[in-house]
Nanobody, 127 residues
Framework: QIQPVESGGGLVQAGGSLNLTCAAS????????VGWFRQAPGKEREFVAT????????DYVNSVKGRFTVSRDNAKNTVYLQMNSLKPEDTAVYYC????????????????????WGQGTRVTVSS
């Protein structure tokens, strides 16, 4: 069972940057597509970004395109979410999750495709 752990959240002013990390133990982590999701207060969880198991492809929600970059280092069992030009509307708890199946990206924009979730890391962007 893969157990992702997020870190790197915090309080930042609008326009600032944060780099979130998703680390996991287990030899199969590198075989899974990893997704980042977020949940703002009073709102439903939403898709933010995803990166394929190889790191060769990524997808983003429109609201973060050009500002966020997802990447991974499979040698370190780690996925990153670099967030630049942060806005107050980016305030949320950010979660990473591993896809249900190895070497698959089916339904990768949907949270139902992900089996193992971290506890989340809080990001607060002040105006």
């Amino acid at each position: 069972q893969i157990q992702p752990v997020e870190s790197g959240g915090g309080l930042v002013q609008a326009g600032g940057s944060l780099n979130l990390t998703c680390a996991a133990s287990g030899r199969t982590f590198s075989m899974h597509t990893v997704g980042w999701f977020r949940q703002a207060p009073g709102k439903e969880r939403e898709f933010v970004a995803t990166v394929s198991w190889s790191g060769d492809s990524a997808d983003y929600v429109n609201s973060v395109k050009g500002r966020f970059t997802v990447s991974r280092d499979n040698a370190k069992n780690t996925v990153y979410l670099q967030m630049n030009s942060l806005k107050p509307e980016d305030t949320a708890v950010y979660y990473c999750a591993t896809h249900n199946n190895v070497f698959s990206d089916y339904d990768r924009l949907k949270d139902r495709a992900y089996a193992s979730w971290g506890q989340g890391t809080r990001v607060t962007v002040s105006s």
